[in-house]
T-cell receptor, first 114, second 106 residues
Framework: GEEVAQTPKHLVRGEGQKAKLYCAPI?????VFWYQQVLKNEFKFLIS????????ETGMPKERFSAKCLPNSPCSLEIQATKLEDSAVYFC????????????FGSGTRLTVV | GENVEQHPSTLSVQEGDSAVIKCTYS??????FPWYKQELGKRPQLIID?????GEKKDQRIAVTLNKTAKHFSLHITETQPEDSAVYFC?????FGPGTRLSVLP
């Protein structure tokens, strides 16, 4: 499609529960990016994919966060054992290139950990 | 790793005035500098970008300048309108600056 589709729009989890977020990039875009935006507005880069391969995972907290982009499936970002500080809006973006073309962002998933 | 600084963090201008937002970056290998506008509760949207082989780019009321030697780039909005009010983010490749909240006062 012509939009980056993120689901769900809102997700509430108790501390310690698992959270899984999904992202369908624009058809034909081979790069997918995940960002975390907390209340102070700052965007923290988490991970990027080139097709189903991890391209850059320097921003990923290693212990509880994982992500995948499998063929013919939406990409996913999973947080195991959520903590209060994981509360944020998680944006997915897709692009035709990495670092040479602008991103199209999805509408985000607001994760609230209570 | 790459670090992007952005100033000011907040900016208020009168309608019709110009607004300038400045960013600096640390990685001299960066070669792509987009700007995004994010309205309250919405997704960021690309408004203009510039590549390292270009010093200036203009699109109607928006312009961006790049000084690769000094590693800084700026966004210029002329004839500001209330609908320009938003948070603006610069980026160097995949690293975003902390944002500037622009308020255009009628």
């Amino acid at each position: 499609g012509e939009e980056v589709a993120q689901t769900p729009k809102h997700l509430v989890r108790g501390e310690g529960q698992k959270a899984k977020l999904y992202c369908a990039p624009i058809k034909g875009h081979s790069y997918v990016f995940w960002y975390q935006q907390v209340l102070k507005n700052e965007f923290k880069f988490l991970i990027s994919f080139q097709n189903e391969n991890v391209f850059d995972e320097t921003g990923m907290p290693k212990e509880r966060f994982s992500a995948k982009c499998l063929p013919n499936s939406p990409c996913s970002l999973e947080i195991q054992a959520t903590k209060l500080e994981d509360s944020a809006v998680y944006f997915c973006a897709s692009s035709l290139g990495q670092g040479v073309l602008g991103y199209t962002f999805g509408s985000g998933t607001r994760l609230t950990v209570v | 790793g790459e670090n992007v600084e952005q100033h000011p963090s907040t900016l208020s201008v009168q309608e019709g005035d110009s607004a300038v937002i400045k960013c600096t970056y640390s990685d001299s290998a960066s070669n792509y500098f987009p700007w995004y506008k994010q309205e309250l509760g919405k997704r960021p949207q690309l408004i203009i970008d510039i590549r390292s082989n270009v010093g200036e780019k203009k699109d109607q009321r928006i312009a961006v300048t790049l000084n690769k030697t000094a590693k800084h780039f700026s966004l210029h909005i002329t004839e500001t309108q209330p609908e320009d009010s938003a948070v603006y983010f610069c980026a160097a490749s995949r690293v975003f600056g902390p944002g500037t909240r622009l308020s255009v006062l009628p």
